[in-house]
């Protein structure tokens, strides 16, 4: 199995490719994407509150990322039986991908859900709508094959979210990420799919520290270096120590190591990320918060905040768009009283215009940095640390009800609650009965001073549900 050349590398800051540069990534039949850029997190193949056809309507999102974990709930899931022409890709037809947006596979979601119990020496366990499960080499190409996603990230022995590995255990994660690559490619190698429908490996390489993991990023540099396609970088911090292996300069770097702001995004494309998977949008969308920065940041001698709260009643009567002389769909048809209205009165369309929109200003940000990077190193820098001065380090809260979680109602430690209340409360739990006492008409002439008989007294036992819908 030889690895697709995708990126090209146009401008770069050093001869090695350390810091912010300037890229394409092409992928047969699918958009060029410019870097750096951004890819969308989804919830099982879709951007949450965006269908398909919104997507790809009101949006100009390059790439996605989908977790395999999310489709594998069966033995047999309905994603494997899913028909695909001769050139479609069958990860496209089950999510309805638009034809020209890349998709990105991996193992687990991100971020993932902390399991409890660890990976074992052939397996990851991973979290699907029934459990926790294991997931073995086998099976896990076995998907490649069949879902043939433009890019897979391969298995990696990573550890829990928030967790601190000794460096025992570090040491054996690089030890087993080596050993698992080393059978994908094998059994990729066996595999019968053709080369215009085969998979882009990027690499994963670790949260560990350069000292412990060397020899594996060696291995890469090295051994396995014309079957890669880029790397998969789970924490940006290495990338200045990456800088000791010249042949994987030329990769395009995908950053698992997801920014929470904006300026964090920053941070991560002056490392030398080339794209970025960003969870923020999802979230500052939940949230009811529409974002209003851009880059180069404005001139201005107040320090701006990164958004709007929607739920704020300073809206109810603001007939102004979100921010004024944006293009997108929501600013260019509604405005901020109208999508205030719809998140109090719960309706999903408040989600999806916020969504449209947040996406839209991530994309012009990227669009932005893009732009100050053709005029040099010097002058990103200077925008860089302009847009620090100008923009609060965090997004604002949001202070409504937020929709109901993606995910499932699922409990990874002992005690915790289900990430979801129950829409619907239980008719048999709380039921109280009470005594209604009925008056009913028999055929006998009654009169004003006729005592009504026991007979035509009907008691009737009536149970009280208390219920309601979130």
Same mark, same amino acid.
């Given at each position: 199995?030889?690895?697709?050349?995708?990126?090209?590398?146009?401008?770069?800051?050093?001869?090695?490719?350390?810091?912010?540069?300037?890229?394409k990534l092409s992928l047969p039949g699918?958009?060029?994407?410019?870097?750096?850029?951004?890819?969308?997190?989804?919830?099982?193949?879709?951007? %949450?509150?965006? /269908? &398909?056809?919104?997507? $790809?309507?009101?949006?100009? =999102?390059?790439?996605?990322? #989908?977790? @395999?974990? !999310? *489709?594998?709930?069966?033995?047999?899931?309905?994603?494997?039986?899913?028909?695909?022409?001769?050139?479609?890709?069958?990860?496209?037809?089950?999510?309805?991908?638009?034809?020209?947006?890349?998709?990105?596979?991996?193992?687990?979601?991100?971020?993932?859900?902390?399991?409890?119990?660890?990976?074992?020496?052939?397996?990851?366990?991973?979290?699907?709508?029934?459990?926790?499960?294991?997931?073995?080499?086998?099976?896990?190409?076995?998907y490649i094959q069949s879902l043939q996603?433009?890019?897979?990230?391969?298995?990696?022995?990573?550890?829990? %979210?928030?967790? /601190? &590995?000794?460096?025992? $255990?570090?040491?054996?994660? =690089?030890?087993?990420?080596? #050993?698992? @690559?080393? !059978? *994908?490619?094998?059994?990729?190698?066996?595999?019968?799919?053709?080369?215009?429908?085969?998979?882009?490996?990027?690499?994963?390489?670790?949260?560990?520290?350069?000292?412990?993991?060397?020899?594996?990023?060696?291995?890469?540099?090295?051994?396995?270096?014309?079957?890669?396609?880029?790397?998969?970088?789970?924490?940006?911090?290495?990338?200045?120590?990456?800088?000791?292996?010249?042949?994987?300069?030329?990769?395009?770097?995908?950053?698992?190591?997801?920014?929470?702001?904006?300026?964090?995004?920053?941070?991560?494309?002056?490392?030398?990320?080339?794209?970025? /998977?960003?969870?923020?949008?999802?979230?500052?969308?939940?949230?009811?918060?529409?974002?209003?920065?851009?880059?180069?940041?404005?001139?201005?001698?107040?320090?701006?905040?990164?958004?709007?709260?929607?739920?704020?009643?300073?809206?109810?009567?603001?007939?102004?768009?979100?921010?004024?002389?944006?293009?997108?769909?929501?600013?260019?048809?509604?405005?901020?009283?109208?999508?205030?209205?719809?998140?109090?009165?719960?309706?999903?369309?408040?989600?999806?215009?916020?969504?449209?929109?947040?996406?839209?200003?991530?994309?012009?940000?990227?669009?932005?940095?893009?732009?100050?990077?053709?005029?040099?190193?010097?002058?990103?820098?200077?925008?860089?640390?302009?847009?620090?001065?100008?923009?609060?380090?965090?997004?604002?809260?949001?202070?409504?009800?937020?929709?109901?979680?993606?995910?499932?109602?699922?409990?990874?430690?002992?005690?915790?609650?289900?990430?979801?209340?129950?829409?619907?409360?239980?008719?048999?739990?709380?039921?109280?009965?009470?005594?209604?006492?009925?008056?009913?008409?028999?055929?006998?002439?009654?009169?004003?001073?006729?005592?009504?008989?026991?007979?035509?007294?009907?008691?009737?036992?009536?149970?009280?549900?208390?219920?309601?819908?979130?």
């Open positions: 199995m030889s690895g697709r050349k995708i990126f090209e590398l146009i401008a770069s800051a050093a001869a090695d490719g350390s810091a912010a540069r300037l890229g699918r958009k060029a994407i410019e870097t750096p850029n951004f890819i969308a997190a989804t919830s099982r193949g879709s951007v %949450p509150h965006l /269908t &398909p056809d919104n997507f $790809k309507r009101h949006t100009t =999102v390059s790439g996605v990322y #989908m977790a @395999l974990e !999310e *489709f594998i709930e069966k033995k047999e899931p309905p994603i494997q039986h899913t028909p695909v022409g001769e050139t479609s890709r069958r990860l496209h037809s089950f999510t309805a991908l638009p034809s020209s947006t890349v998709s990105i596979l991996g193992p687990r979601r991100c971020a993932a859900v902390a399991t409890p119990f660890g990976n074992t020496p052939k397996t990851i366990t991973v979290f699907t709508s029934t459990g926790f499960r294991n997931v073995t080499i086998p099976e896990f190409t076995s996603p433009d890019i897979v990230l391969p298995l990696a022995d990573l550890p829990n %979210p928030g967790a /601190t &590995p000794s460096s025992k $255990k570090l040491a054996r994660m =690089v030890d087993r990420t080596e #050993m698992w @690559l080393g !059978e *994908f490619f094998d059994r990729m190698a066996l595999s019968k799919s053709s080369d215009t429908l085969g998979s882009s490996v990027f690499a994963p390489v670790l949260p560990v520290g350069h000292p412990i993991q060397w020899d594996y990023i060696r291995h890469l540099s090295e051994d396995v270096i014309e079957k890669l396609s880029g790397l998969a970088v789970y924490d940006t911090n290495i990338l200045p120590d990456l800088v000791s292996y010249p042949s994987l300069a030329p990769l395009p770097k995908l950053s698992m190591d997801t920014p929470r702001t904006p300026h964090e995004v920053l941070r991560q494309i002056s490392l030398g990320i080339d794209i970025c /998977t960003l969870m923020f949008v999802n979230s500052t969308s939940d949230a009811g918060v529409g974002m209003t920065f851009s880059f180069p940041p404005p001139s201005s001698d107040k320090v701006q905040p990164l958004g709007i709260n929607m739920w704020s009643p300073e809206h109810d009567t603001a007939v102004a768009p979100l921010v004024e002389g944006c293009q997108c769909y929501t600013c260019t048809k509604h405005h901020r009283a109208y999508l205030r209205h719809l998140l109090n009165a719960k309706e999903m369309l408040g989600w999806n215009l916020l969504q449209i929109h947040n996406h839209h200003v991530v994309n012009e940000f990227f669009a932005g940095i893009r732009e100050t990077l053709g005029k040099g190193q010097a002058v990103f820098e200077d925008a860089v640390n302009r847009f620090a001065a100008a923009y609060e380090p965090l997004f604002p809260e949001g202070t409504g009800e937020r929709p109901r979680a993606r995910g499932y109602h699922f409990k990874s430690e002992a005690g915790s609650e289900k990430i979801n209340k129950p829409a619907w409360t239980d008719l048999e739990k709380g039921a109280e009965v009470t005594e209604i006492t009925s008056l009913v008409e028999d055929d006998t002439p009654s009169s004003e001073d006729q005592d009504v008989t026991p007979a035509a007294r009907v008691t009737i036992k009536a149970t009280a549900v208390p219920f309601g819908f979130e």
